[in-house]
Nanobody
């Protein structure tokens, strides 16, 4: 049974920083990519940042230069360092892992952690 548990959310002022963590329990293939998604009130869920097992990353344009995704393969964990936070970053942030070489493919989600940016 694979479970993803996020932590690190909270409330900050604009310009502040937060670091989100996602710990995976259970077994995943070594080549599993992982990512952070967010869902703001009244909006759909969007991919914020993703990272492959080899460490290649990609980001949505809105967070480039401010957010950094990283992973620790030994601990099956990923992180999202969020700097210079803006009110529009307010959302529930979700961690996701998805298999790429299994049939059928599987996708796992965490329960989400709230990030609120306001003055």
């Amino acid at each position: 049974q694979v479970q993803l548990v996020e932590s690190g959310g909270g409330s900050v002022h604009p310009g502040g920083s937060l670091r989100l963590s996602c710990v995976v329990s259970g077994s995943l293939p070594a080549d599993t990519p992982m990512g952070w998604y967010r869902q703001a009130p009244g909006k759909g869920r969007e991919l914020v940042a993703a990272i492959t097992a080899a460490g290649s990353t990609n980001y949505v344009d809105a967070v480039k230069g401010r957010f950094a995704i990283s992973r620790d393969n030994a601990d099956n964990s990923i992180y999202l360092q969020m700097n210079n936070l803006k009110p529009e970053d307010t959302a529930v942030y979700f961690c996701r892992a998805w298999t790429i070489n299994l049939a059928p493919q599987k996708s796992y989600w965490g329960q989400g952690t709230q990030v609120t940016v306001s003055s």
